[in-house]
Structures are given as structure tokens and as C-alpha cells.
């Protein structure tokens, strides 16, 4: 596995400088397989609503959403009628008493969905992508000039270590190769070269499908190097594999509204630990965002938790109102049996794609996620090719990602009321399409 | 006017990063005169909506949401039914040619709303809170160790200096007292001292409803410093407020989706000219921040504009969504339009709270904002008095947040539907609360 390495040098660091400036950004683009043409006639694609209306005489477990594509990419994910009539709530004031409570319990849910108890330990919820919880990370956790480990599976493991590096960390990274994952022995070799202010782990890396092994990680950090933050991108894990927060005594996990959690996209969530937050109060230096900064936002959390009006920048009261509504769903349903029955798709979808003859990005087993596949193609079959044949089934997939298979492979997310309300069929819907589709496209299983 | 200057040096240094972990956060928490007893029983209160159905024999201008009181702050605002709706879009892929067209469209509508033709000129709209617009600005515009010179008429001005600060920037800062605003004759002064990277200017300072004079402005900065950015806080402005960003020669407007616009809090909306991009493209050293990086947001925003699928963070389909139809609404009425409309609305708002005997914050008629009105309390009668028994009316205000006088004033935001849709009444509902609700307090007009 390449290691690159530590400190910016000075030419380096002009290469950097320029490529920051360069104009063209592959990687910001990478949805290469799902791609139309640019001379695309969107005049005639649906732009406005049509709001199927609920009436009394609809079946208790029945979508009343109006028909669309099944939307099984690894988030957005499809949501359930509750969460998005949450999301047209009419408007209230953010620091009026009711908004106020409905914010406070959402933090409160959140421990729960995290199986926190430790009353150290920090929830946030803040306007913007997923993204915001890596500036979060890398401008209060870590201070310029210092070092991370970062373990990269994927696309989102080398993100994380450029947000690092923006905010002026040393960053070391070690890369798997695409469907592995760092092993112990070589992480706890780097730690013991170096002392590292924060270790960052993607719980699942989006681009692979590659489910990183938490207890054992922080384990081996707490022993060889306990002053080192165990640091979790839990975007694609959070509510569908097993994070125990506190037995694992992990020190941050940064995560956003729109995979398992099934809230529409738009919320940064995250929760540090008490050991986190001391780090982020023992700076020598203030924090280097604004917008990101927990010297901003710890005390408007805090204020919201114990129910009181408070102010730094407006929280979105419609998204907030969803997240609610999407925790309360988590809580009533237990989260071990929210990831018992991810697991329990995950299998069965696993099964499938094997019965098809298809190999996972993820080789390993044990390394590979609940809550979305990664597939490798046939070698006579392209993604372009494919994926039209699902839509036209009317499933959604994404495609590849990693650079250095994008073209590859394709991914399946299956997270939230897909796997959990059987009554919507997206299951079995999509491994029929899949089946089809491929056969359509000429495959047939060696 | 106070003059708070320049680098800072080293000790002021050290009681800044001393004032960063300070426990204690007063301005955090301004919403003194609205916050409730800590001890408020709010297991009664409203939780989760309960929507009312839209049915064929609803009148075309009645709106559909369920009874609640009437939100007249500065924003959020009340929105149309349509918006609300959007923002329970079913779920579809932010990469998806459907979403990829609205999102292209939205962009397009903002040039329409920020009255550009430039194609040099770039919108952006990104998942946050409007306070993520100075991120924008203090992370790509200005490098470290660079002068800004920042205008401020209130908290707003002040927040704005502070972020600037953040990133590096050596900040003069020119403050007017409560209800005025910078002279020109003062800021053309500080303008021929110094060579500043770039100007800030609150339009409307919400907190204390002080308008700005945007052209005579730009143009001293033109002939005087022509090289500096001319840079407009349009929170509390963009939509009710004329801005001719062309004509006016303005570099960057950063806004928010929650007030005027008109569609629900969690989008950081803005427009730099072709001068600010070239800027940015000329920087010596990297962006200093990641997820308000214009570097990772540009091309996404010129591909989503030209209708190809691309990704950096995930947006917010329902959002954009929303905004799409707010926007739809305001470029179908006209801006021009909407903007007289809002000066109607306020110039009948500010003569009623004349003949109440009441005076506002800003004292220049001609420096007062047409989409809300800071009003002061008579000395007999104080917010957290009255605010309750607007509230009992079904009206809700806001309560003062300019430190220097936050328990002295009441804020009335009259922006959006409320003022646009007369079928509505809010703009008499909320007249006749105050009246009535400052008798109740034993005001009588002297």
C-alpha cells in the first residue's frame, strides 16, 4: 500500500498552489457513467411537484409520494412520507419556544442513535453537506502544523486528507488499494513513528463500498498512541452499521442527513467526544473557519439541547423538523434492530449479485458494507449501457466513483425504508431490474 | 464614529485566541426579550405538523398550511404554499438529469434576480446558513495579511469583520452608532490610507434595520481604490431590496434563502462578478477553507448551470427545489416589481408606527430598510412584555440583538408573501397587534 507522506515541501507546495489553480477538476465531476449528453432537451423533464394527496382511505404501510424512479444510490436515499411532510412544516421562528424543543430532543435522539450516555460527549447539527463535518474536524480538532493519519478506502479518505491539508495539517495517508482496506500491523507501525494529534477512518467509503473494522482500530489507537483522536466519516454508516460511541470510545463521528439517517440532504451531523472537545478548548490558536467553528457553535448546541433560544447563524427549521421526525422513527424502532435489518439486506442483496456471478469491489467479506454494494461490471458490460436499462425499470443506481475503476463498476445503495419497509418492494424490485438488465445487455452467468 | 484598526498585533492576539475559549458567549444568546423561563413546560407544545389538505375547493389565494401564528421577524419568513411543497419533493439523485436541470435553472434565475447579464458573473448556491457567504468571501477573496476595510451599522457588520479576522485578513472597521450608517466623506478617508483588498457593506443590517446606500458607495470605491472588491452583505436585502449588480459594479453579493427570497433557511445563496472570480483565480496561496473552497465550488456551479451532473457535496434537492419555485415567482412577477411593492408595504408600516408615536432605530428615513422596521419601545414598555401579547394575537416579532440597545427595540420583518399576497392580511394583523398589544401595556401616544 503507497504511504505518501507528511509535511509539505516547498516545491511540493507550489504544486499544490497550481493545482489548485488548474482548470480542469476530474475528479469534481465524477459521475461519468451517469452523464448525458450536453445537448440534453430538458424542456420536457418534470421541474414542478405534483403532490399526490393524502386521504384517509390510503393503506396504513402505502407511500402516498407521487410515482418516481426508486432511488437506490448510495444517498440521497428514498424517504419516508412522514420525514418529507416534515420538511414542508410551515414556518416558524428559530428561536421561538417550539422550534426550540423540537431542536433540543433532536440532539437528544442523536446520543441515543450514536449509543452515547456520556454526558461529555457533544452533539452538532448545522446547515450544510456532509462535507462541512470534515472542515469541522480539521478546523478545531487539529492545529496548523500538526499531524493526522488518515486511512483512505477510497474517493472520501483522500477528501478528508485534502480538507486536512487546507487547514494546514501534516497529513499522512495510508491508501489501500481499491476493495481493501488498511491493515492493523502497518497502522499501528505509523503510529508508533509519529505522534499524531488525530487518526480519521472512513467508516464506509462511498466510492468502494469498503466497511472499515471500528473496535479494533480504536483499540489498538487508545493502546499505542492514546493521545491520538479516533476520528469516524460516518456519512455512509451512521443508523446502518453498529457505531457504539462510547464502548468503542471513538472521539468523533461526522456524518450528514441524507443516507441511513433518511433525512432529505442539507444537515451537517456530528457528535465529539468529551476528549474531543477538551482538544478543540486546549488550542494554542483560535479555530481556522468561522462558519465551522466550534468556538461558534458549542454554545448554541448546548443552548438548543437544554431548550433554550440561541443564536449564531440560522438553523434551517424544515430540515431540522425532518431530521426530528427521521430520529423518532430510529429511536421507536431500537437501533440494533435498525442494523440487524440492514444487515439482513445486505446479505440477501450480496447473495444476489453473487447468484449473478458478479464480483463486489469490497473482496473481502468481512470489509464490506450493509447499507450499500459496490459491483463490478461484467467485462462485456458498461455502466452507460446499464444504468439506462435500470431507469428504464425504474431503479436508480450510481456509478463509479474510484478513479481508478470508475468506469467499472457500479453501486447500489440500500439504506433506510427501502430495507426497511418491505411493503415498497425496492429490493426485489432492483435485483429483478438488475437481472434483466444485464441480460438485456447480453450477459449471461459463466 | 469608533475606528477599530488594523494588523492585529501580539498581545491584542493573545486576548483574542484568550477571548475564542472564553465560557462565556453574551452575543451568542441575544435573543434576550424572546427567550422563554428556562423552566417552560414545552411537553405541550406543537411537535410534529399535523398539514392540512389541500382540496379543488380551496379559493386560489387562500393558503392550505395549518393555522399558526403569523412570522413577521426578519426571517425566516412565511412562505407560499408552493415553496412549501417543493420542499417535500420525493427523493431523486442530486446527479439526476431532472434535479440537474432545476438546479441549472435556479442558477440562471438568481443572474435574472441579482439583475446581471455579465456571463463573467457567477452565482453560487450552496448548503449552509447566509452566514457561510462570509466564509466564502473571507476564505477565497482576500489572502492573509491583506486589509479589508468592513462598514458596519450593527451585529451583522460586526460578524462579519469577526469572520474576516478568522481567516487572516487585517481588518479596519468603520462603525456608525446604533441607527446610522458610515458617511461616505469617512470612508473615502480610510479608502486614499490604505490599499484594501476588498470593502464590506451590510445593506440592511438586520439588527437594526439600517439601509446602505450601495451606488454612490461603489462608485467612491471605483474612482478612489479601484482595484478594491466591492463586497455587499445581502442577507436581509436581496429580493426586497433594488440591487443592480451590474450597474452598480458590485463584486460580490452573498445572501441567504430564508428572507426575502422566500424560501426555507439552508442555502447560502450569492453572485461574484468576473472581477472577484479573476481575483480569486489570482491568488498567491490556496483557499483557506475547504467546504466554502470556490475552488471546489466554481466548476460545480458552471457545470450545474450548463445542465451536466457534477459533484463536490451533496446538495440539497428539496431545497434547490424550493428555491427554484421561489425564484420562478419572483422572476415572473419582476424584480422591479417586487421591490415597490416592498417599499409600499414599508412606507405603510413605518407611517402607522409614526402615528403610534413610536420611533425607529434608523433615524435617516432615507437609511431605513423596506423589509423590516426596528422599531423603539416606548420607556414604559418593555419587549418581554409585549412580544407575549403580540403572540397572543397570533403575531410573532422579534426582539432587539444590537448589544448597545437590544432590550430598547422591537424587530418587524415585512418581507416576502406576507407583503405580496394583500389576500393574507398579515400586514394589518400586525398593526392593529401592536396597537392593541401597547394599550394592554398601558401605552397611550403622547
Redesign the interface.
Known amino acids: 500500500m503507497p504511504r505518501s507522506s507528511g509535511p509539505v515541501d516547498s516545491p511540493a507546495r507550489l504544486s499544490?498552489?497550481s493545482r489548485?489553480?488548474a482548470p480542469d477538476?476530474p475528479l469534481?465531476?465524477?459521475?461519468t457513467v451517469?452523464?448525458?449528453p450536453?445537448n440534453?432537451d430538458?424542456s420536457l423533464?418534470?421541474?414542478?411537484?405534483t403532490?399526490a394527496?393524502?386521504?384517509d382511505t390510503t393503506p396504513a404501510n402505502m407511500s402516498t409520494?407521487?410515482e418516481?424512479?426508486t432511488?437506490l444510490?448510495p444517498?440521497?436515499?428514498?424517504?419516508d412520507d412522514?420525514v418529507?411532510?416534515?420538511?414542508?412544516?410551515?414556518?416558524?421562528?428559530?428561536?421561538?419556544?417550539?422550534f426550540?424543543?423540537?431542536f433540543?430532543?433532536t440532539l437528544s435522539m442523536l446520543r441515543k442513535l450514536f449509543q452515547t450516555t456520556d454526558p461529555s460527549a457533544q452533539p452538532f447539527v448545522?446547515?450544510?453537506?456532509?462535507?462541512?463535518g470534515?472542515?469541522l474536524v480539521?478546523a478545531n480538532l487539529i492545529e496548523p502544523g500538526e499531524d493526522a493519519l488518515v486511512l483512505s478506502t477510497g474517493y472520501f479518505g483522500d477528501g478528508f486528507a485534502?480538507?486536512l491539508k487546507?487547514?494546514g495539517a501534516n497529513v499522512t495517508q495510508i491508501s489501500a488499494e481499491p476493495g481493501s482496506r488498511p491493515q492493523l500491523p502497518e497502522i499501528e507501525k505509523a503510529l508508533s513513528e509519529k505522534k499524531y494529534k488525530l487518526l480519521t477512518v472512513t467508516h464506509v467509503d462511498t466510492s468502494t463500498g469498503v466497511l472499515s473494522e471500528l473496535k479494533n482500530l480504536s483499540e489498538l489507537v487508545h493502546r499505542v498512541s492514546p493521545d491520538t483522536l479516533v476520528i469516524v466519516d460516518g456519512v455512509c454508516s451512521v443508523a446502518c452499521e453498529e457505531i457504539d460511541f462510547d464502548g468503542w470510545k471513538l472521539d468523533g463521528v461526522v456524518t450528514?442527513s441524507?443516507k441511513a439517517i433518511g433525512c432529505?440532504?442539507?444537515l451537517s451531523i456530528s457528535m465529539f467526544s468529551g476528549r474531543a472537545i477538551q482538544a478543540f478548548?486546549n488550542?494554542?490558536?483560535?479555530?481556522?473557519?468561522?462558519?465551522?467553528?466550534m468556538?461558534?457553535w458549542l454554545?448554541?448546541m448546548q443552548?438548543y439541547e437544554?431548550?433554550?433560544?440561541?443564536?449564531?447563524?440560522?438553523?434551517?427549521?424544515?430540515?431540522v423538523?425532518a431530521l426530528?421526525?427521521a430520529l423518532g422513527q430510529i429511536v421507536a424502532q431500537g437501533v440494533k434492530e435498525r442494523f440487524a435489518a440492514h444487515k439482513a439486506a445486505s446479505d440477501k442483496i450480496k447473495a444476489a449479485v453473487a447468484a449473478l456471478g458478479l464480483k463486489q469491489v469490497a473482496t473481502n467479506p468481512d470489509d464490506q458494507a450493509h447499507g450499500m454494494t459496490a459491483i463490478y461490471l461484467p467485462e462485456t458490460v458498461k455502466g452507460a449501457e446499464l444504468l439506462p436499462k435500470l431507469a428504464s425499470r425504474g431503479v436508480?443506481f450510481?456509478g463509479g466513483?474510484h478513479k481508478a475503476i470508475a468506469a467499472k463498476y457500479i453501486r447500489f445503495g440500500h439504506m433506510g425504508v427501502s430495507v426497511l419497509d418491505p411493503s415498497r418492494g425496492h429490493i426485489e424490485k432492483a435485483i429483478k431490474a438488475l437481472e434483466e438488465g444485464l441480460s438485456e445487455c447480453g450477459y449471461q452467468k459463466a
Open positions: 499544490l498552489i489548485h489553480l477538476y469534481n465531476t465524477p459521475y451517469e452523464r448525458h450536453d440534453i430538458t423533464l418534470p421541474k414542478t411537484q403532490r394527496l393524502t386521504t409520494q407521487p418516481h424512479a432511488l444510490i444517498g440521497p436515499i428514498e424517504f412522514a418529507l411532510n416534515s420538511m414542508s412544516h410551515y414556518s416558524e421562528s428559530h428561536v421561538g419556544p417550539g426550540v424543543a423540537v433540543g430532543e448545522l446547515s450544510g453537506s456532509g462535507t462541512l470534515w472542515d480539521a485534502d480538507c487546507v487547514y450528514a441524507q432529505p440532504a442539507g478548548q488550542r494554542q490558536t483560535p479555530p481556522t473557519s468561522y462558519f465551522a467553528s468556538k461558534n454554545p448554541i443552548n437544554a431548550k433554550k433560544p440561541s443564536y449564531f447563524a440560522t438553523p434551517s427549521p424544515q430540515l423538523r426530528h421526525t436508480v450510481a466513483i
